[in-house]
């Protein structure tokens, strides 16, 4: 069964960074878009950053400037880089991967807590 799993959450002060990794059980080769999500307490699971087999990443204008989407297709893992990290980041975060079938795919989620 195709699987995604996150790790690299945890608790970080304000201003600080993490990265976050999603290694897939399957090959990226399979892969159409992929991408972060994240939900906050209490609140809805929304885009943080997606990214196309074309090359384009798009991100959400909370997280632009400050976080990074990269891909290791060789490894089948991707991974979010996240600098300067704010309170309002705290969520967990799920990565999700989307088929050239059209089967889409989730983690199971990681803890990001940004507090001091």
């Known amino acids: 069964q195709a699987q995604l799993v996150e790790s690299g959450g945890g608790l970080v002060q304000p201003g600080g960074s993490l990265t976050l990794s999603c290694a897939a059980s399957?090959?990226?080769?399979?892969?159409?878009?992929m991408g972060w999500y994240r939900q906050g307490p209490g609140g809805q699971r929304e885009l943080v950053a997606l990214s196309k087999n074309s090359g384009n990443t798009n991100y959400a204008n909370s997280v632009k400037d400050r976080f990074t989407l990269s891909r290791d297709n060789a490894q089948n893992t991707m991974y979010l880089q996240m600098n300067n990290l704010r309170p309002e980041d705290t969520g967990v975060y799920y990565c999700?991967?989307?088929?050239?079938?059209?089967?889409?795919?989730w983690g199971q989620g990681t803890q990001v807590t940004v507090s001091s």
């Open positions: 999700k991967a989307i088929s050239t079938d059209g089967d889409a795919h």
């Open positions: 399957f090959n990226f080769a399979s892969i159409n878009v």
